[in-house]
């Protein structure tokens, strides 16, 4: 009788315990539900037309369990927590709109303390100067005119632009709640369905980006108006094996659209007269490094205190560059020489490439650019589904030594590789890798 009251008992409580636990799942996963609704109401405006979702939730969620899942890693590192004032949602939305450049983007977050917000603003965005723009709305411009940021007491927008454009309108509708996309909108359905880290939507194409153990994924349809792409199967040069770069194109571009001239310290490119030469095939390819002699030009006074000129040569290495291009090469040649960007030696002119002293030549059928005067290039070939590739090896390119600054900010990094088929005329597919070293510490905590 004892024995069956104790076990009625422990029944009971094991009951509890897991309607207890029941409850407490169902509430946080009804907390996450509300966010990601929230987070869809009234922050992306109506003329949005490239759009990039940020997971925020599922980023965190993944962030937690790597932590699980490697204390040790992050015991050692000390980041100071930041304090923005914003009052992050479930999903941060940022995009261009169709009325702008498309090197202009937008965002638009809720505000979690003002005061806080406007020290982030002052000393993580460098903006110093605040100017009331009425209705209860305070705009903040950067020196540069980059970046400009608009708040009232319940949101904040900002916009980043790359062709310092006006962007007060845009940040003006989206404080007053004018013009604004329904969470129901066409445009962020597939954005809604969507479970991955990052998602993108523009004029029907989607892609998605994850971070996971050891590498950042990416993968998505597009399509670019000006290339014209013939076929499936493509065919590339052979590179060398030990290269640390690769890359090729395999594609035409459409000469109906025109082009802005380039100007380079005195010079004018025109890039629709170049591409006249170009037969849809280009490489580039960075393999080892090549030994250069280079004339250094310093003065110095004569017994007369006169200066004079005096010439030294200088021995260095530079990175073993090669570039390919399938072309009119003769052609193509004299253009270049006639507009003075190559000399009658095959030396691209110092001041359109300054770094290294680099040659082009005609090679049968190829236009061939190279810090190498005497390379030959291989004539070997081989197919490939891809119709753009490229390979970066950062063990092999740091080892060079040749290139510090990058060397500096990709000592967590291994390999990228990004690959693009031609699925049909109206859409194309890539997919990137970005690898780290370290294979069992999620990416996102690797990137920063």
């Not at 939730?57 to 923005?84: A, F, Q, R």
């Amino acid at each position: 009788m004892l024995k069956t009251r104790k076990n009625k008992l422990l029944s009971g409580g094991i009951i509890l315990i897991l309607a207890g636990v029941v409850l407490i799942l169902a509430s946080v996963y009804g907390y996450f539900k509300f966010r990601e609704y929230k987070s869809y109401q009234e922050v992306i405006h109506a003329d949005a037309s490239l759009i990039v979702k940020i997971d925020v939730d599922k980023i965190y969620k993944t962030m937690v369990l790597d932590y699980l899942n490697n204390p040790s890693y992050y015991m050692g590192k000390n980041d100071d927590e930041l304090k923005t004032g914003l009052a992050i949602p479930g999903n941060v939305f940022i995009y261009t709109v169709g009325s702008k450049s498309y090197k202009t983007y937008f965002c638009s977050l809720p505000i979690a303390d003002l005061t806080l917000l406007k020290q982030f603003i002052k000393q993580r965005l460098g903006v110093n100067t605040f100017k009331n723009a009425g209705h209860g709305i305070t705009l903040a411009t950067s020196k540069d005119g980059k970046l400009t940021a608009a708040f009232n007491l319940k949101t904040f927008a900002v916009a980043y632009t790359l062709k310092n454009e006006n962007v007060v309108d845009i940040l003006i509708d989206l404080l007053d709640k004018k013009n604004l996309l329904s969470d129901k909108d066409q445009k962020i359905a597939s954005l809604k369905n969507a479970n991955t880290h990052l998602t993108y939507a523009f004029k029907g194409y989607t892609g998605a980006g994850e971070f996971k153990d050891g590498v950042i994924h990416l993968n998505g349809y597009f399509n670019f108006d000006d290339l014209d792409i013939q076929g499936k199967v493509f065919t590339h040069r052979v590179f060398d094996k030990h290269a640390s770069i690769k890359m090729w194109l395999n594609a035409r571009l459409l000469n109906g659209k025109p082009y802005s001239e380039i100007q380079i310290k005195g010079h004018r490119i025109y890039p629709d007269s170049l591409l006249k030469y170009y037969q849809g095939y280009l490489d580039l390819e960075f393999a080892g490094v090549v030994n250069q002699i280079d004339t250094v030009v310093t003065y110095e006074y004569n017994d007369d205190f006169e200066k004079e000129e005096v010439r030294s040569l200088r021995a260095a290495q530079v990175p073993g560059i090669i570039g390919t291009t399938r072309a009119q090469s003769k052609p193509l040649i004299n253009y270049l020489v006639k507009e003075g960007l190559l000399d009658t030696c095959g030396v691209i002119s110092r001041q359109v490439f300054p770094l290294y002293t680099l040659y082009g030549k005609n090679d049968t059928g190829f236009f061939t650019l190279s810090t190498d005067r005497n390379i030959k290039v291989s004539t070997l070939s081989e197919k490939s589904p891809y119709f753009f590739y490229f390979e970066m090896d950062f063990n092999h390119l740091n080892g060079l030594r040749q290139f510090p600054l990058l060397e500096k900010y990709t000592k967590s990094l291994d390999m990228i590789r990004i690959k693009a088929i031609n699925t049909s005329k109206e859409k194309k597919y890539f997919e990137m890798d970005l690898n780290f070293k370290m294979g069992n510490i999620n990416a996102l905590a690797q990137l920063f």
